[in-house]
């Protein structure tokens, strides 16, 4: 019986180790679910915040582009108003030399850029420029003596005057 004691000690060594793998193996299967469980949590969270991450991008983008045409916008309408600035300040420029020397022609086309100009300011909601009508009146009287000097002196035939 002695000998069988050494046996009887691998025998329930061996079923202790059995159990004792099989709680480890049962404990490394529950630790293997465990793990699997959090991966598939933390993968499916991840590709909710990739989906959250890429709809702002997308969001982002088009903001921007909202944002650079608009810029577009206010620097195009900004050069139209530097331009009629031009326009005006020109046209008051055409006003002085009207007042030095009036013409029917210069008259005329006088009249025709200020329309022009309130065109590009109408369009910008900006104010018209208003010229009296006295203005071309009075210059327009001042054309008609200077051509009747001008035929009393002869130095201009009826011909001419229709030019």
Known sequence: MFFLLPLVGVAVGAAVGALVTHASSENDKQAAEHHRLVANDLTNKFSNLEKIYNEYVDESKSKIDDLTRQHALDEVEKDFLRIAIRLQQSLYMLMWDIDNKPT?????????????TNKVLSELNEEPIQIPNKYFLRNLTR????????LKKGKLSLDRVGD
């Open 143 to 150: 054309v008609k003596r200077a051509l009747s000097y001008e």
């Open 104 to 116: 029917y022609d210069a008259l005329i086309d006088f009249e025709e850029a200020v329309v022009a």
